[in-house]
């Protein structure tokens, strides 16, 4: 027998010892290509949570994470709640707490954990939240940190919480959870307002890396945020979810799953359970063995369910695009080049089919008068864009009376002659618009100057009206035909007199009669 529990022993140090000589981390696979593209619970271990506060580097993680509170726990802007004494004392009765127990006089009045993928875009679990009827019941709070002060008493306590972090659901985009043999378990809720504050990019490409690292920001057992590092994927090969060992509680679920470099990897939906008289626990239990109450531990993740993600790129494609482009248009909008700059690494959505029905974000550029914006993103794509209308960026330059943003798109080789779905070209629509600058710029960089209206009125016509006595003689000096009459029957010296500009009418009359001007 001895011998055969050595043997036993053995074999498990030898298939330990091969098993960490196999934990090298694969490759990272790009993650920010196109949607679909392939691309060359409890304490595992020690409890490595930490305060997000002692954390470096993960300030704007922590401000995109938010955790969901029954409104009923919410008056005005506190924030009322017990703390993990009080409510283990409730579950397990007056037994002293193990050392391994932490947090204990923090609040505890988070339910599930949710994370920003655009400014108005939260995700989290399905089993959070699935429908506006459940979404109803609860606020979604930012800033839920150790840094609150929190003031108890006796039977509970309250955090005063800035009322600008308060957010609702406005809506239910998409979620999905029925149990969990689909093993598909998201939920992706619009909030009523958008947040300044710099949302998680996501994996779009490839798959996480077996053995790569990752980490969650959750509010465990319904505490303020902690930062969980410490942590590696252990099974990558589940079609829609990734095996990890973090320490997840109760209340980490929808929290986000990242990697070292801080975007999405997947949702932390679900962890390891032991069973205790009958009921499963994920987080704290009572120990007989001590008459005390200890967390949750397992050594390894061998032989127990593990902490498991669900795969951000199995969230709906239509949704991650919606995401990256409305960060991208938040960027332009807020003159944000740092976002702008991060959010670009998609830059296939630029010209995406999504793109393209939705609007074209070079028009969101100069309809915010945002020039840096809209070389970073012509940069970045060679399309000839046009609008529903089949118009092209210079319509859209000189309704915003941009001289600058014309030069640019002049110097990009856009034309302003081409027509659009109607037959108007940049040049008539300049004249439409009464914009003399814009039609001269056209003409300097080559555009045709015998161009006729709907109404048969070529560039005198329009000068006549307007009376700028030198680009009269600009255009007739380029050929313009100033006896030419419009559909009215009227010569540009006719549209001179209606106008009372005298000078005007007599300098078209000898250009009609091909006289030295």
Known sequence: MKFYLLFISFALCGSMLFAQEDEIEAPLEYPFAETGTEVPRGVFGDDDRKEVRDAEGIEDYVRATAVMVPKT?????????????????????????????????????????????????????????????????????????????????????????????????AEVLDAYFQDLSTYTDYSVLRLNRKSERAPYRFRTSGEVSTYSKVSTIGSPTGLPLKYADNAKVVDNSPERWFKNDIDGFPGNSGGPVFNPLGFIEGIHVRGAVELQDGKYTGDYKYDYSCNCIKTVKWWSTFGTAGSHAHRITKVPNDLLHRAIYENIEYAIKSRNGDRLKSWLAYSWLLDHDYTNERGRLEWAAINSDNMDALKAIMAKTETVIQDQNGRNLLFYAIDNNNQSFLDYLLEKNISPDQEDNSGVSPLKYAMKRSSQRSIETFLEAGANPYVVDSYGNNLLHWAAENGDVQFIRDLVNLGVNAGSRNYAGKRPEDIAKKAKRKSVRKLLKKARKKKRL
Not at 112 to 137: R, S, W
Request: hydrophobic share 35%; with cysteine.
């Open 73 to 169: 726990a919410v008056r005005g802007n506190r924030v009322y709640g017990q703390t993990l004494r009080q409510r283990l004392n409730k579950i397990y009765g007056d037994h002293p707490f193990d050392a391994d127990v932490r947090f204990l006089d923090q609040p505890t009045s988070a339910y599930c954990t949710g994370f920003l993928i655009a400014p108005d875009i939260l995700v989290t679990a399905g089993h959070c939240i699935e429908t506006m009827e459940q979404a109803k019941n609860y606020y979604w709070i930012f800033d839920y940190t150790n840094e609150l002060k929190y003031k108890k008493d006796t039977w509970s306590g309250y955090l005063d919480v800035d009322p600008n972090d308060i957010y609702e659901v």
